[in-house]
């Protein structure tokens, strides 16, 4: 049995019954399938989608694979080019956030992402980010903050009227 991460895709995942199934990239055998329960997500209450890129420990228990350890893959950028952007949402009980860039684009991170992960940024920091497109649109790898925050609000302090507006 390996004790080391793999990598595989998500294949299913019912959150209302809380478990799928995990299609390791390298699997043992053809059609190989890896139990995921919703205690396995290192992050709780994100839940897992059809086709997300996932890293994860196999592991033995009684009725075969659990995959155990359950993080989104990250997958470093293209370049190494930095974007700056505003905290515009944060969702701290769910463990992540919007950031919108100058496009007024919004733009998904999760706190793994974050320079200080126990601290997120608040809202109306200014960060600095490097960005990539996703299966789930694009998403921000590396925030960090660039200077002290105007609003440390959360988001449902926020009245969406006055969060920017992508426009057409």
Do not use: C, W
């Amino acid at each position: 049995m390996k004790s080391d991460y793999q990598s595989g895709s998500v294949e299913q995942y019912d959150d209302r019954m809380g478990y799928g199934y995990i299609k390791p990239d390298e699997p043992a055998s053809e059609g190989e399938r890896i139990l995921v329960h919703r205690r396995s997500l290192r992050i709780s209450g994100v839940p897992l989608s059809p086709g997300d890129r996932v890293i994860f420990k196999p592991e033995l228990v009684p009725r075969g694979l659990l995959a155990a350890d359950v993080h989104f893959e990250q997958v470093d950028p293209s370049s190494d080019e930095a974007f700056q952007g505003t905290i515009s949402t944060l969702h701290p009980d769910r463990g992540f956030g919007f950031i919108v860039d100058d496009r007024l684009d919004q733009i998904f991170f999760h706190f793994s992402q974050l320079a200080d992960q126990d601290q997120p940024p608040p809202i109306g920091s200014n960060v600095s980010f490097q960005k990539q497109q996703t299966a789930r649109g694009m998403q921000a790898f590396r925030v960090a903050p660039l200077d002290t925050p105007i609003s440390s609000t959360l988001s449902r302090d926020v009245p969406q009227a006055d969060l920017p507006r992508k426009t057409t």
